[in-house]
Structure formats: C-alpha cells, structure tokens
C-alpha cells in the first residue's frame, strides 16, 4: 500500500471535509468477503451467459433446457452468500455513517452485506436477494439470509431431479394471497428499484465515493456522472481503471478491503 499512501491521505483530507458523502457500491466490495464478482475473470458471467441467464424469461427457460448443468453454479453462488461476512471495507463505510461522515450508499449488490455491517441508508437499486415479493400482490417479506440459504440448500438436496416442477416448489408462497413469491431482485430488462432516491444521493452529495464497479450497466452509471454535474468530488477505488476514473478527483487501484479502512485510520486521527 507504500506507493498508495499519498492518495489514500488525499482522499482522506477530502472525506474528513465532506459534509454528505454517497458512496456508490459494486460487485467488487463483496469479492473480500468470498462472493464472485460478475466479470472480473472467473466472474459469474464467465460461468454463465449473461443474457441467458441474467433475464426473468431467460433464467426459467435455462433451468428448464439444462438445470443439471446451471445448478452446480447456483449452489456455489449460495454457498459464498451463506458464508459471507461483511468485510473491512463494509465495515470502514458504516463507520463512516456512524461519524456523519457517509450519508447514503446506493448499492448494485443483492447481497445485503451493507446493512449487517451497519449501514442504515442503503438503496438497493438491483433489489435484495434476501427479500421475496409476490408475483401478484407484491406483498414483500424479508429472511433471515443465513436461515434462508441453509433451508433452500436443504430442500434443493431433498430434490431427486432438477426439472422445472421440482424446482418451482423452492419458492416461496405468498402470505397474502397464495400466489408465488420471488427474488425481489432486478433482472436485466426489469425496472431499477428507487431510482428517485438514488439520484437524489447522488445529486446532493459533495463527495461521490465509487467502489468495486466496472461501470458498464445503467443506469447505475449515471449517478457518479450526476454527482459530478452538480459539483460533488469523485473518489474511485477499484484495484483495475473502470469507466470512471477519467472523471474521478482521485482514484485509488487498491482493494476496498484494504483502501477504505486506511483511510478511515486517516479521518480518525
Ligand atoms: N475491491 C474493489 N474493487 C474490486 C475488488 C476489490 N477487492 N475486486 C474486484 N473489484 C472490481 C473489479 O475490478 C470490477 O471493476 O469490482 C468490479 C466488479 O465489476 P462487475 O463484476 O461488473 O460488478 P458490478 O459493476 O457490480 O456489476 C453491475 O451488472 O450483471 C449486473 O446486476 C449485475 O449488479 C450487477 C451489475
Ligand atoms: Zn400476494
């Protein structure tokens, strides 16, 4: 971190002045806690195709067509979501809200990482894994995510046959109205959750901090460019150059996990 220190310390003095930080999350801050990025190499996309797997449609009818082969996956994906914890870098930001300091995080993630570490002000705009909707009455109910992992993983290996009809009766029934529930998570081609909210964050914010996103899905790329356009200094933290670092005041090619608690340590003292 030696040849770091110079722009940890910069953006640090700028953090400690910021009188309502937004940081905007990705993938990338939860890779320290053990959950794969989407397209770093090895990422999910790399697993699984995208546009196959990343749309309502698409991700029934894979299932459908050759479940035997996308399952496998999917029990690694929940198995690194069963047994991430929040990690430094999570842990820097809700001190950060403790101190005044960070106001809002608009997250990408689904991973709910940033509220077990403390964070009270999360907008989720790809949703939250952990949080099922119905299908009819969008009625919403949220689990426990390590209760809930852990009993899927257990229906899934009382399953004989991955096919469609075995696999539906995984989801959850709707309280309400008897209907099915899903994944309240934002599929591609899908509505963004709390848009309005998160073009606030970035609009009123006097520093935009970036952290462990490549950048390339909308519209969650816009709201460094919305911050920047109403004057908000930004602060890019991604150990690979993303689409924003062009823009970016300073950018630090670190790791969240190391980056933001030396900055922190900084703003402390
Ligand atoms: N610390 C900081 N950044 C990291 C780290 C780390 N330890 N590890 C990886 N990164 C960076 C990578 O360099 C990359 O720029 O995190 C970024 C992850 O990029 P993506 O995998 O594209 O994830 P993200 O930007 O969140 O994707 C946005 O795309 O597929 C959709 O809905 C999905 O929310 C997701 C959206
Ligand atoms: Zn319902």
């Not at 047994?83 to 999570?90: I, K, S, T, V």
């Not at 009455?137 to 991955?162: A, G, N």
């Not at 901090?209 to 460094?224: C, D, H, K, M, Q």
Request: aromatic share 6%.
């Amino acid at each position: 971190m030696k040849h770091h220190e110079e722009k940890i310390t910069q953006a640090a003095l700028i953090i400690k002045k910021a009188h309502r930080m937004t940081a905007a999350s990705g993938a990338g801050i939860s890779a320290e806690s053990g959950i794969p990025t989407f397209r770093d190499p090895g990422g999910i996309w790399d697993h699984m195709d995208m546009l196959e797997v990343g749309t309502a449609s698409g991700f029934v009818n894979a299932i459908e067509r050759n479940a035997e082969t996308l399952f496998p996956l999917f029990i690694n994906i929940l198995d690194a979501f069963q047994y991430a914890e929040p990690n430094p870098g999570h842990m820097a930001l809700s001190d950060m809200e403790k101190m005044g300091i960070l106001k809002t995080i608009i997250t990408q993630n689904v991973d709910n990482l940033h509220q077990e570490a403390g964070n009270t002000n999360v907008v989720e705009v790809h949703g939250n894994v952990f949080r099922s909707r119905c299908i009819n009455c969008s009625h919403r109910v949220t689990v426990d995510r390590k209760i809930y992992i852990r009993e899927l993983k257990e229906k899934i290996d009382r399953l004989m046959s991955f096919n469609l009809e075995n696999l539906l009766s995984l989801v959850m029934i709707c309280d309400k109205c008897g209907s099915m529930m899903r994944p309240d998570v934002v599929m591609f081609g899908e509505q963004v959750h709390d848009l309005q909210n998160a073009f606030e964050a970035a609009r009123n914010c006097d520093v935009m901090i970036i952290l462990g996103t490549s950048g390339v899905v909308y519209p969650a790329a816009y709201f460094p460019v919305e911050a920047k356009q109403n004057g908000a200094k930004i602060i890019v933290i991604n150990p690979t150059v993303n689409a924003f670092v062009r823009e970016s005041d300073i950018y630090i090619p670190m790791k969240t996990g190391e980056a933001l608690p030396a900055i922190l340590n900084l703003i402390r003292n």
